[in-house]
């Protein structure tokens, strides 16, 4: 099956990522040098520190030949990693082509994919989901058990929307034996941009735009924190009663109409058994409870499922994760949608916070995104097959 | 808890949890404020161990071991430990560090420094721009050591807004504009974006900011700017 080509404005032909090997510190020296050589416009996703990891290098198609000589002529083994670098973010994508690719996705894959509009944002923008899912005579129609995913509920995470194109791309071009399971019996449900009015936003007028962008009447400030505004504990610790605030609960639970088209479409499903929301920055994975720092009954289980994705997830590029319950690692917040997920009985709810840890925060680079994308794709398919894995 | 025989109760905490992450982070700004240059910025990268003790009267006392490294210069890892005292108190302090430091990684960047200063303390130098890094995470080579200062001078006022409840890190450098060298100390107006992750908001400051090879990082003046919207928005 020849993979069909994305043609999209931020798609680059005929470059290469290659990965490196490097054996010796004499390469890790040699690759070094290669990497301070500005003259071939070499992108180093990763950067030649040792041995023990692999060195993944973006090169233009002017520099291949050259490049190709020099590690081959110094014995460096490599290969080629993505050839015709199907996605490369060097501009992140406006939501508007977000949804044209959408289109070609679904265009492509008829029996796969499918576009599911779950409502309008509050400045009437579609909200669209992906619903994957291997499509058969016989389940056409019924409510399969589905796993739901989200991502760019806080706009300014943009390593978030963009780790989901990327991981949509994946799903559905892929051909791991387990993920192809995991389609012929669930239906995996992916929101890539959760709070498109936000997002529209932060590309428009402010870069660290984080809420949506609901009128508060009364207030001269907009929006409200999505992930203060579920049922769960909500107007409690860790939101903000102001307005002004970038964690605004807003006057009442499910205030926001992005909020409730998602609570309306998993309420009305009625079979999801995983409930998972991409987050960034910090590098953490965890699980309920944000409003309350008691541990939730199935606590351990969703530790170790924690623990042995991030385990995965470290075995790309070896990325270091932090895994606990909100309240624990990162702060007392009410109103979050993993809490809200796990309290109507989602078990498998989870939120991660993707890459970096702060050096370049919400504003992570381009040469990144596919890393990122790449890495936490492990990170959450091992979650998907525990979820196939053990129904309830 | 009775008067006589106090006894001050001492609290192992998850070095991965909250607790032991923001007083790390406090750790990682007071490092950035003594060492920090435009060719030198500290990481906390993990905490090891963490205990955390009230003081009476005068506040809450944590124990970190932890490690860090200069990750601009990429120097190899240094495992420390170190007292964190936030003071009690109803207006903000900065929180009391007490560590040694000679073991921190201390590579040799004079040659740099030298070579940066020279460049910029030109009579014409008036270096300028704004959004570092830019909305796609975007730094210009040459602008690379600017931003490298920004952090180092953000991490005087992140230490000093530090407390039990934030977690402060430099999000963005909105704007920088040289000016008038003085004192033999290059000088600039810098207008930095704080990210407190407790709160999720974005603080804006404007930073008065000098600095020379053998002077170090000074701030200063600083001034807390309301949070604007950049761009004009057509609402």
Known sequence: MTRRVLKFTFFLNRHQVLRINAESEEHIQLLKELEDDEGWELDFWTHPASTDLPVDVHVPFASLHAVKDFLQAHKIPFHVMINNLQVMFHMQPLHSQIYSWMDTLVAAHPNLVSKVQIGTTYENRPMYVLKVGIKTQMNCGNKRPAIWIDAGIHSREWVSTASAVWMADKVNYGVDPSVTSLLGQMDVYLSIVTNPDGYAFTHTSDRMWRKTRSVNPGSVCRGVDPNRNWDAGFGGPGASKNPCSDSYHGPLAHSEIEVKNVVDLVQSHGNFKAFISIHAYSQLLMYPYGYSCTSVPHQAELDSVGRSAVQALSSLYGTTYKVGSICKIIYQASGGSIDWSYDVGIKYSFAFELRDTGRYGFLLPANQIIPTASETWLGLKHIMEYVRDHPY | ?235
């Open chain 2, 1 to 235: 808890m009775s008067e006589e025989g106090l006894v001050m109760t001492s609290r192992d905490l998850n070095p991965d949890y909250y607790e032991a992450r923001r007083a790390g982070n406090a750790v990682q700004h007071y490092i950035n404020t003594l060492y920090g240059s435009p060719f030198r910025l500290y990481s906390v990268t993990q905490v090891h161990k963490a205990r955390t003790e009230a003081m009476a009267d005068t506040g809450m006392k944590y124990f970190l071991e932890f490690s860090v490294k200069d990750w601009v210069g990429e120097s190899s890892e240094w495992h420390g430990s170190v007292e964190v005292l936030y003071p009690r108190g109803e207006t903000q302090a900065p929180p009391q560090v007490q560590g040694s430091w000679g073991g921190l990684p201390q590579l040799n960047i004079s040659a740099k420094e030298q070579e940066f200063y020279q460049r910029y303390s030109a009579a014409d130098s008036s270096v300028s721009g704004k959004d570092i890094p830019d909305s796609y995470g975007n730094i210009d080579r040459e602008m690379k050591p600017f931003w490298h200062l920004a952090r180092v001078a953000a991490s005087f006022v992140m230490l000093n807004e530090s407390n039990e409840n934030t977690l402060y890190n430099m999000a963005q450098v909105a704007k920088i504009t040289q000016l008038e060298t003085q004192d033999d100390q290059l000088r600039f107006d810098y207008e930095v974006l704080l990210h407190n992750m407790v709160s999720q908001e974005i603080i804006r400051w404007k930073l008065l900011v000098s600095w020379s090879p053998a002077g170090g990082v000074k701030v200063l003046e600083t001034e807390l700017l309301p949070r604007c919207h950049c761009k004009s928005p057509t609402q």
